[in-house]
């Protein structure tokens, strides 16, 4: 089991990215995929997760309406689309998951971040 974040950047306050996590080992429906950040000097944030029983999706309340997490069945992704970006969400972006349908914690596998840097 793999996961890789990929797709960060930099980008301009007010702007959007696109993250995906590619998966190896397991097709991307198949497990509960989350996606957590974590900055210099800082605790590691839960951002969002989308559970594979039932594609429910799920939102720390601080991220909700600027976040949006969803699975690319076609490129076996599970990809994180944010917009709005603020300077307090630079941050390596981490894809992630617990080995089971539902979104739950903790995460058995994680894969290499990848960065996002949001400019003031």
């Known amino acids: 089991v793999q996961l890789q974040a990929s797709g960060g950047g930099l980008v301009q306050t007010g702007g959007s990215l696109r993250l995906s996590c590619t998966v190896s080992?397991?097709?991307?429906?198949?497990?509960?995929i989350g996606w957590f950040r974590q900055a210099p000097g800082k605790e590691r944030e839960g951002i969002a997760c989308?559970?594979?029983?039932?594609?429910?999706?799920y939102y720390a309340q601080s991220r909700k309406g600027r976040f949006t997490i969803f699975r690319d069945n076609a490129k076996n992704t599970v990809d994180l689309l944010m917009m709005n970006l603020k300077p307090e969400d630079t941050a390596a972006y981490h894809c992630?998951?617990?080995?089971?349908?539902?979104?739950?914690?903790?995460?058995?596998?994680w894969g290499k971040g990848t960065l996002v840097t949001v400019s003031s």
């Open positions: 080992g397991f097709s991307s429906n198949y497990y509960a």
């Open positions: 992630g998951t617990p080995q089971n349908s539902s979104c739950q914690l903790p995460l058995r596998y």
């Open positions: 989308i559970s594979s029983r039932d594609d429910i999706s």
